[in-house]
T-cell receptor
Framework: KAGVTQTPRYLIKTRGQQVTLSCSPI?????VSWYQQTPGQGLQFLFE???????NKGNFPGRFSGRQFSNSRSEMNVSTLELGDSALYLC????????????FGPGTRLTVT | AQSVTQLGSHVSVSEGALVLLRCNYS??????LFWYVQYPNQGLQLLLK??????LVKGINGFEAEFKKSETSFHLTKPSAHMSDAAEYFC?????????????FGSGTRLQVQP
């Protein structure tokens, strides 16, 4: 099975712009979660989608949003970018059943200048 | 609220020596616990998991961890370190509840392996 894929791998944006990141989960997985990784705050949970519905949300401002499509692919959007949004954004997929294992993609490195 | 504490942000061992990375958790309900490894410029790779079955869990690359409820610990060990083990290791916890997958991570331990 192919693993979790994320596009793009690297992105440079300017303050005030918006950005959309994409994640394709492992085939058959219905749950997609997003995490932000920064040197200062570490790994923090953003949100989880399951069957096109947001099931869980972390403590991030409303500028961070996401969605999931019927094929389980997910996108996250960050509007009005700030310098502090520079981070590695990781997507993780899970089957969504009783198996709690999450499998991570390689991440998207976002740099905000 | 759940939390994870990893003792030691940096650990250095000699090649062939025992690897011990410490993780303590706090959870008001039975936890699921995980260890992940991250190599530079890569995502996280699942090493092993505890999901209420056997307390001694074996993972990939020769790693294992033991769940000790009385000590609220889930330390990661490997009998003999290899140069390729140099990476950052994260302990994570989630709840056995309604199926939500949010992981709470520790701050990570960077393992250095000396030749």
């Amino acid at each position: 099975k192919a693993g979790v894929t994320q596009t793009p791998r690297y992105l440079i944006k300017t303050r005030g712009q918006q950005v959309t990141l994409s994640c394709s989960p492992i085939s058959g997985h219905r749950s997609v979660s997003w995490y932000q990784q920064t040197p200062g705050q570490g790994l923090q949970f953003l949100f989880e989608y399951f069957s096109e519905t947001q099931r869980n949300k972390g403590n991030f401002p409303g500028r961070f949003s996401g969605r999931q499509f019927s094929n389980s692919r997910s996108e996250m959007n960050v509007s009005t970018l700030e310098l502090g949004d520079s981070a590695l954004y990781l997507c993780a997929s899970s089957s969504g059943g009783s198996n709690y294992e999450q499998y991570f993609g390689p991440g998207t490195r976002l740099t905000v200048t | 609220a759940q939390s994870v504490t990893q003792l030691g942000s940096h650990v250095s061992v000699s090649e062939g020596a025992l690897v011990l990375l410490r993780c303590n958790y706090s959870s008001s309900v039975p936890p699921y616990l995980f260890w992940y490894v991250q190599y530079p410029n890569q995502g996280l790779q699942l090493l092993l998991k505890y999901t209420s079955a056997a307390t001694l869990v074996k993972g990939i690359n020769g790693f294992e961890a033991e769940f000790k409820k009385s000590e609220t610990s889930f330390h990661l060990t490997k009998p003999s370190a290899h140069m390729s083990d140099a990476a950052e290791y994260f302990c994570a916890v989630t709840f056995m509840d309604t199926g939500r997958r949010a992981l709470t991570f520790g701050s990570g331990t960077r393992l250095q392996v000396q030749p």
